[in-house]
């Protein structure tokens, strides 16, 4: 069955304006309180460190378990190169 171009953009059409109407309803967001915003700042500022220390704890610790593993692990490597 084909369908007439206009008809494949009725839905998007109408997608859009419940959209728009939905939006239009909403109240206006409450005044943000200056302290709490800075504090929000703060916790978020401080999450991010914590999250780069540890991202920075995994990968050093990676780095050291290849270089333990030295020719060791570029053997194994070839190993399985070659199998294939």
């Given at each position: 069955m084909?369908?007439?171009k206009i008809w494949k953009l009725v839905p998007a059409?109408?997608?859009c304006c419940v959209v728009g109407l939905a939006s239009a309803k909403l109240?206006?967001?409450p005044p943000?309180?200056?302290a709490k915003a800075e504090e929000a700042k703060k916790k978020a500022a401080d999450?991010?460190?914590?999250g780069a220390d540890a991202l920075a704890k995994s990968q050093d610790r990676v780095a050291d378990r290849y270089k333990k593993q030295g020719k060791a692990g570029a053997a194994n490597t070839k190993v399985a190169?070659?199998?294939k």
């Open positions: 084909k369908a007439p059409v109408m997608v109240p206006a967001p943000v309180d200056p999450a991010a460190k914590k190169d070659k199998k």
